[in-house]
Nanobody
Framework: QVQLVESGGGLVQAGGSLRLSCAAS????????MTWFRQPPGKEREFVAA????????TYADSVKGRFTISRDNAKNTVYLQMNYLKPEDTAVYYC???????????????????WGQGTQVTVSS
């Protein structure tokens, strides 16, 4: 079992920044693919960014490239999402998810993930 706890959401003006954190349990966290998804109001959950533990490859959705950065601290079992130049369309509940099988393929579909955090709200005002 893997437990995930997100923190760091809040209200920010357009152009501002936030950093989300996701603390994970699990003895082999360093091998997990850790991924951020988001669910805007009234829309489906969508892929944001992933960090593969197997080979330290990061992947981003086109909508956040150049603005968001995913990172991880394996000693703390924590993954981060630094969000800069935020836009109103970034408003969503942000979730972290863990893919625990070792892989060199980045999974972008929510259905591929078994372990999820509770979500943290990010609201960007215009």
């Amino acid at each position: 079992q893997v437990q995930l706890v997100e923190s760091g959401g809040g209200l920010v003006q357009a152009g501002g920044s936030l950093r989300l954190s996701c603390a994970a349990s699990g003895r082999i966290f360093s091998f997990y693919t850790m991924t951020w998804f988001r669910q805007p109001p009234g829309k489906e959950r969508e892929f944001v960014a992933a960090f593969r533990g197997r080979d330290n490859i990061t992947t981003y959705a086109d909508s956040v490239k150049g603005r968001f950065t995913i990172s991880r601290d394996n000693a703390k079992n924590t993954v981060y999402l630094q969000m800069n130049y935020l836009k109103p369309e970034d408003t969503a509940v942000y979730y972290c998810a863990a893919y625990t099988a070792m892989t060199t393929i980045t999974r972008r579909r929510p259905d591929d993930y078994t372990y999820w955090g509770q979500g943290t709200q990010v609201t960007v005002s215009s």
